[in-house]
Each structure stands twice: as structure tokens, then as C-alpha cells.
């Protein structure tokens, strides 16, 4: 892979130290890919997340809205219908 191709298109300019240091970092980066890719996965079924999570939903029940007064009234400073917080100067 051509660094100075990658740098363009994400628009960075790199100095030549940056340029050498990212090549050794890609061609490590390929060799694992390379090594990864010698493994027999026939038998492994694709996944999306390596835990047997499920999400979890409720039930789509329609409730009451909330009024704009709710959520000032649950907060711990209100006054006039707004929120109250500290003087910042």
C-alpha cells in the first residue's frame, strides 16, 4: 500500500520519518492480516459480536407524554417554569 497514496486522500502531509514510520507500521499490519487469513474457518459461523448478546426490547406500549412542567418539576432547582443552576461569572 502506498503511504504517500493513503496520506492524500485523507489529506495529510507527512514528513519522511512519518512516512517510514507508518510503512513499518502497515507491512505489520498486512503480515497479521496475512497470518489471519491461513486459518481454517469453515466450520465458524459469521458474527457480528463475539458475545451471545440479543437486545432486549420492551413492548411498544403508548403512554401519556410527558408535559413540559414533568422534567422541571424532577429537577432539584426550578422556579417559573425553568430549570435554576449556579451563577457562572
Do not use: C, W
Amino acid at each position: 500500500m502506498d503511504i504517500e497514496h493513503v496520506a492524500k486522500l485523507a489529506r495529510l502531509k507527512l514528513t519522511d520519518a512519518e512516512k517510514e514510520k507508518f510503512s513499518n507500521q502497515m507491512g505489520t499490519i498486512i503480515e497479521y492480516i496475512e497470518k489471519l487469513s491461513e486459518l481454517d474457518t469453515k466450520n465458524v459461523e459469521p458474527t457480528a459480536h463475539v458475545l451471545g448478546l440479543n437486545n432486549v426490547f420492551r413492548e411498544d406500549v403508548p403512554t401519556e407524554p410527558l408535559t413540559q412542567q414533568d422534567p422541571i418539576n424532577d429537577s432539584p432547582a426550578h422556579s417559573k417554569g425553568h430549570y435554576e443552576v449556579p451563577k457562572i461569572i
